[in-house]
């Protein structure tokens, strides 16, 4: 199949989406009256009864009380324009990063009312559940969010309640390096795909021990400077997702600064949130 003929505003080599995914206070826990409690660990530590893991609610915890103010530092000092795809109930309990998102140039994009799954929802429920976390973020950010991202399982009727509640783009694929229009169960409209890109995670650096930031950052360099060097023919876009409490650590923190002084030496970067990315591409290519 052909690829659509369009190109970046300025005639950008690259569109850059940094993702800053705001997960913390919002994560299974018992405490909170769940029926299992959060299996994500630094330390891979899982439970085979469902008992408070008071270490790992810690842990999160880090994310909002240290990562977030080192990841903004830098995100402000570079001048980056990022997408924040937030939990709406993280948002609710730290009103420091929302309050620092209200206002700001950053996009904040949906990441489900709480970071649960959403795939054990019949259609009501998760209908709701899209309603409850646009209209919670709206009141604590000013921005009504138009993306989405679940935490990685959805249902084959996501992306059709998303496009009935008014959602601009979903995230949840993986297939591209490019927005496309992707079709939607049950509509005749299509929807605008941005696709995300698991590979650029600091997310690896939990799931695999031995993967350390150095490694991390070797791998987004070169995902960047491949994409880079194709989007002088065709739109690129590189996803790079980072959580508050894995790069905002004192020894990750640096491999992202690192990555950003790289791509300050390669003209014709657009950092560009989510929303704009997938903006420009509806203006230039009209859905089929």
Known sequence: MSKPVYSWPNNA????????????LSEYNVGQGDKITEPVDEL?????????????????RYGINEGHARIAALLDRYNVTSTYTAAAVSLERAPEIAGYLRGNRHE?????????????????QERQFIRDAADSIERTTGQRPVGWLSRYLHTADTRRLLQEEGYLYHMDDYSADAPFWGDVDGSEQPM?????????NDMKMWVAPSYLPK??????????????AEGEHSPKVMSLG????????????????KFLQYVATKPGTWY?????????????????
């Open 13 to 24: 080599r690259l569109a850059l989406s940094v993702v800053v995914n705001v997960e913390e």
């Open 44 to 60: 891979h530590v899982t439970l085979s009864k469902p008992v408070r893991n008071y270490g790992n609610e810690s842990n999160y």
């Open 108 to 124: 904040v994009c949906s990441h489900g009312h709480r970071w649960i799954h959403q795939f054990r929802f019949n259609q009501e």
């Open 192 to 200: 605008i795909v941005v696709p995300y890109q698991l590979d650029t």
């Open 215 to 228: 490694d991390w950052l070797d791998y987004a360099i070169d995902s960047f400077d491949t994409l880079y």
């Open 242 to 257: 980072l959580h508050l409490r894995i790069i905002g650590r004192p020894g990750r923190i640096g491999a992202f600064e």
């Open 272 to 288: 560009a949130t989510r929303r704009q990315i997938a903006e420009h591409f509806a203006a230039q290519v009209p859905a089929p």
